[in-house]
């Protein structure tokens, strides 16, 4: 007859964590998480019921506990770094801090999917979209590309939230693309043109009530409002910029171990989870509407399948939160 302590060991070897089964369940990991606070809950049970490690989550914002670690340095308590997007993980790598991530691991999502330096993975995506009040526009009045929303005759028709993370890594995604004075010359007639709100919630309301007719969010937005209620989207509908333009920028949520972690093979043991079947599962069934990234997996199917999406090709471990920044200071965003 197996013992629990057997049985436990057995289901940790399964996903090529060697560890003392009872050691790892008394320590556990650390887990700083940037990603929606549910998915990453759902992540850490499902992990846990798998293995028997423990998971501690400490919830945060992406810019925020980047530069937490930074600051912490080799001192820092947390085992594994979850974001919602890019640029706070390439804070993270530009800095050293981060530990390479097992190949299994990587083997496990596309290398469009994550960094070239293997440094951390992605463990989900989200896509850009111009969500617009269909009262008030029609297919052929929509904006070609991300770049025509900086023409004058969008002057006080969208919004943004220029304060978050994920309008910031879609700026990021411009620069990568772009270049400094394209999107130099984008964030000014933004700032010409749009309605600012916090969240991309909020915007997606203000497009539902036609205060504005509309506005640059992630996708995922819509589907969980129309999933509920649909209060705030029933007159919503989204736009998919696609032919590779900046606006069709897929945001890659980050998941990396740090190289100070005390249990860094739990702490690798739950990236591959994350990444593998049982975390993709969780994307694909769970609240969330974000895009899986493991091979082999399946998105929600109410999601427009990744690959008709065109998005133009960029390294996430070269997005630049801190020049973005400083542009969008520039041109009186932030």
């Known amino acids: 007859?197996?013992?629990?302590l057997s049985t436990l060991a057995g289901a940790a070897l399964a996903i090529?964590?060697?560890?003392?089964?009872?050691?790892a369940q008394e320590d556990g990991i650390i887990v700083y998480n940037a990603q929606h606070e549910s998915l990453a809950k759902e992540w850490a049970e499902g992990f846990t019921k798998a293995t028997g490690i423990k998971v501690t989550l400490r919830n945060g914002g992406d810019?925020?506990?980047?530069?937490?670690?930074?600051?912490?340095?080799?001192?820092?308590?947390?085992?594994?770094?979850?974001?919602?997007?890019?640029?706070a993980m390439a804070l993270v790598e530009a800095s050293g801090l981060f530990a390479p991530v097992d190949a299994d691991t990587l083997a496990q999502v596309p290398q469009e999917y994550q960094p070239t330096t293997g440094k951390w993975v992605g463990i989900a995506a989200r896509s850009t979209v111009f969500a617009y009040n269909k009262t008030k526009l029609n297919a052929d009045q929509l904006p070609k590309s991300?770049?025509?929303?900086?023409?004058?005759?969008?002057?006080?028709?969208w919004a943004a939230s220029p304060s978050g993370a994920d309008f910031q890594a879609i700026v990021s995604a411009l620069l990568q693309l772009k270049g400094e004075p394209a999107t130099a010359d984008w964030?000014?007639?933004?700032?010409?043109?749009?309605?600012?709100?916090?969240?991309?919630?909020?915007?997606?309301?203000?497009?539902?009530a036609g205060e504005v007719e509309g506005g640059v969010i992630y996708h995922y937005y819509y589907f969980g409002d129309q999933a509920k209620?649909?209060?705030?989207?029933?007159?919503?509908?989204?736009?998919?910029?696609?032919?590779q333009d900046p606006g069709a920028f897929v945001s890659i949520s980050g998941g990396g171990v740090l190289a100070s972690s005390k249990q860094p093979k739990e702490a690798q043991a739950f990236l591959k989870w994350v990444t593998g079947k049982g975390g993709q599962e969780v994307l694909k069934t769970g609240a969330s509407y974000e895009y899986v990234v493991g091979k082999g997996a399946e998105s929600n199917p109410k999601l427009v399948p990744l690959a008709d999406l065109q998005a133009p090709k960029v390294d996430p471990a070269t997005l630049n939160s801190k020049k973005v920044t400083d542009l969008m200071t520039a041109a009186g965003l932030l």
């Not at 007859?1 to 629990?4: G, I």
């Not at 964590?17 to 050691?23: C, E, F, G, R």
């Not at 209620?229 to 032919?243: A, D, I, P, Q």
């Open 16 to 23: 090529g964590l060697i560890v003392a089964p009872a050691m």
């Open 63 to 87: 810019s925020d506990f980047s530069n937490q670690i930074v600051a912490e340095g080799a001192a820092s308590p947390a085992d594994v770094f979850l974001t919602e997007n890019s640029p």
């Open 146 to 157: 991300l770049l025509d929303l900086a023409d004058p005759s969008w002057k006080g028709r």
């Open 1 to 4: 007859m197996k013992t629990a």
């Open 229 to 243: 209620t649909g209060e705030n989207s029933g007159n919503v509908e989204l736009h998919y910029f696609k032919n």
């Open 187 to 208: 964030l000014k007639g933004m700032k010409e043109n749009f309605t600012a709100y916090k969240g991309n919630g909020t915007v997606m309301k203000a497009v539902n």
